[in-house]
């Protein structure tokens, strides 16, 4: 079943990679971030994701699992051997209490862990000024600016042969500004506080319409041009905190996300009883017949954590209430499906044929 799960997580993690890659892929095409970037950020969003499909994943699995079993008259075996079916949800909730272990290393650590990185990686990708993010011999901009260039030296990182054409604001006036430079590089002066530079070598500055008396042609051996600067941003998002922090912290959205990492690990075991339940079927009936509803359950057990989560953020919910009405719901339903499915305290004695003519007699 383990193995189960780890596929089931495996192919949906790989559907979520690969629509996010298709979103990023399109914004480092546009120049809006370098690929480097692209791929750190999918990497670091894996355990997010994960912390999100393994309870998913791990009741597909049981699903699919037991009603194997059950089709092919394997349970049949099982409980003619001597295992009852108490029994065998003692075996499902030690499966389901690795998979336990696994989401609250998830959770509690890894997954605020790699979320603090992207956040932090986000920010100093904000710092970087659009000119880091240049593809060679392509024509990029946003429709003011346009800029080119021929290549990256290979040690040093400067631009070779590069063409800027923009705008700037004179008497409220915009102004045509091109610039052709034999190389250009971005430098940061920290006596300057900190402002991003863009020195261009060996080039000419054309300003202004031709044909005009405004028109200039400037040649230089060195111009700078300062590149404009987004601040530091502080982070401050609840997942990217430890769950130590948000233990003490007194903020509704921080409670929201503890309770959010506590129902993920929780609904573990609790599905797992569900599943156990609704995986018996009939060999006639087929292994697909209960997992509509099963999955249906499912979705809703997750629709009211998502729902919870985000009323506790708004303080609709106390946060002493939290999640756990959600979870004592389903814990309910998951006993007596428990009950009625496998008929735990209600057996029916068999009776014999000699019994059953002396009762017809009589």
Known sequence: MLVSTAGVTLILLLVILSSRFVT????????????EFLFAILGY??????????????FLSLLLTFGRLYIENEMSVLFSSGISKL???????????????ISAGLNFWLTPTSEYKVAKAVNEQGQLSSFSFLIPRRFQGDGQRTTYIDNFTPKEGWMNNVFLSDFVRENGKSIPVQMLASYAEEIKMDSKGGQNYLVFKNGVRYEGVPGTAAYRVTEFDTYAMRMKSSPQESITDPTTRSTYDLIKSTDPEDKAELQWRIALVIMIPILS????????????QGRFFKMLPAILLMITYMALLIWGKTAIGKEKIP??????????????????????????FSRKSARLPAQLD???KQ
């Open 273 to 284: 009883i569900i599943g156990l339940s609704l995986s018996q079927v009939n060999p006639r």
């Open 24 to 35: 990023y892929l399109g914004r480092a095409t546009e120049g809006k971030m370098t690929f």
């Open 319 to 344: 946060a002493y209430l939290g999640l756990w009405w959600i979870h004592g719901i389903f814990l309910i339903i998951a006993l007596g499906l428990f009950v009625q499915y496998n008929q735990v």
């Open 45 to 58: 969003h894996i355990p997010y994701f994960v912390q999100i499909i393994l309870p998913i994943a791990f």
């Open 358 to 360: 002396s009762e017809s």
């Open 87 to 101: 029994k065998l949800a003692g075996y499902t909730l030690g499966i389901a209490a690795i998979v336990f272990s």
